[in-house]
């Protein structure tokens, strides 16, 4: 019996409109799939939803892979695969395997002969890179920060040191609710030529994207970013 594959499924980043964020023949290939792995229920059967499954919602089968999955459920996860079914893979919002748990079910994936088909879709953290100005040729993504105010405050020196000697470009994020907490902390320790970008609700109506050295930050007033999901770029 032949393979099913691994279909990678971008998904939008907020409630924006899916014919803006993705290409026509992604959401055709979503359409068309009966079995899905998701990191959440709920978001996924909303975007399933929105996009007409050739099933209705209700018939689709979904198992769910999320930051509280282990290593020892990740095989399950794969059985419809080796069976020689078809799998889309989505995350809560953006591609899978970015910042997200899915990546580990893509390498077992590989150990295990599957094929993988990543999909094009919005990424958060590159669009947000691509609209900074800031050094799109070395970058590091670094996922979450310290959130405890003391390890944050070293980190974000740490951090740009690193982008200082290197010359390369600095991308995290944080939970939206402790945003206004880690710009606080970047205007109060990174050195005043440091370059800051903010990238925040990417791809929706609300978007805002502004990129500022940190004194021009200091003396601006500052958007508010409380629960709106954002990539912070930093470049010292």
Not at 59 to 88: C, F, I, S, W, Y
Not at 187 to 208: M, Q
Not at 211 to 219: N, T
Request: aromatic share 4%; glycine share 6%.
């Amino acid at each position: 019996m032949s393979l099913g594959t691994l279909y990678l499924i971008p998904v939008t980043l907020g409630d924006d409109v899916i014919e803006k964020a993705l290409p026509p023949a992604v959401v055709e290939v979503a359409q068309k799939l009966d079995t899905f792995v998701v990191e959440n229920e709920k978001t996924a059967r909303r975007f399933l939803g929105a996009i007409k499954t050739l099933k209705p919602v209700r018939e689709l089968t979904m198992q769910t892979l999320n930051e509280h999955t282990t290593d020892k459920e990740l095989p399950a996860l794969l059985a419809p695969l080796l069976q020689g079914r078809d799998v889309g893979l989505m995350s809560e919002a953006g591609c899978p395997g970015i910042a997200d748990p899915g990546a580990k079910l893509a390498a077992l994936a590989h150990r295990r002969g599957i094929r993988i088909a990543p999909l094009v879709g919005p990424s958060s953290i590159l669009l947000a890179l691509m609209a900074s100005g800031l050094d799109g040729q070395r970058f590091s993504f670094l996922g979450y920060i310290p959130s405890e105010k003391a390890a944050r405050v070293q980190k974000l020196k740490e951090l740009e040191q690193a982008s200082r000697k290197d010359r390369e470009t600095q991308i995290f994020i944080e939970t939206p609710y402790r945003n206004q907490h880690l710009l606080e902390d970047m205007l109060a320790t990174c050195h005043p030529a440091t370059r800051l970008c903010i990238a925040s609700n990417v791809t929706l109506d609300s978007e805002t994207i502004i990129s500022k050295s940190i004194a021009e930050w200091r003396s601006a007033p500052l958007p508010d970013l409380h629960k709106k999901p954002t990539v912070f770029l930093l470049l010292a």
